[in-house]
């Protein structure tokens, strides 16, 4: 296993991620945790529907897959089953997933 570096801009919301730590071989359906750099925190999400970053703990909460195709990847939280989304103001939160351009990251 390795560890690659993505970015993964959630602009305006309480999330401030600048530079995530994704720990999956690869960008297929591999689960895999985002660490912010700075924080050391895990982006993590809850059955409301909204994000965040905590303390890394493992949880389900914690572990995103992700799907891709040749201009965006969705990421799908493995516990919920919702996509990250966002909205027009910039708010990040996770949604039923719909393959709408909010949830294209």
Known sequence: MYKS?????????AVIASVLVVAATSFAANPGTYKNVATGFCLDSNANGEVYTLKCNGGNYQNWKVSSNRSARILTNVSTGFCLDSNA?????????????????
Do not use: D, E, H, I
Not at 89 to 105: D, R
């Open 89 to 105: 103001n910039g708010k990040v939160y996770t949604l039923k997933c719909n393959g709408g351009n909010y949830q294209k990251w």
């Open 5 to 13: 570096t993505r970015c993964l801009a959630l602009g305006g919301s």
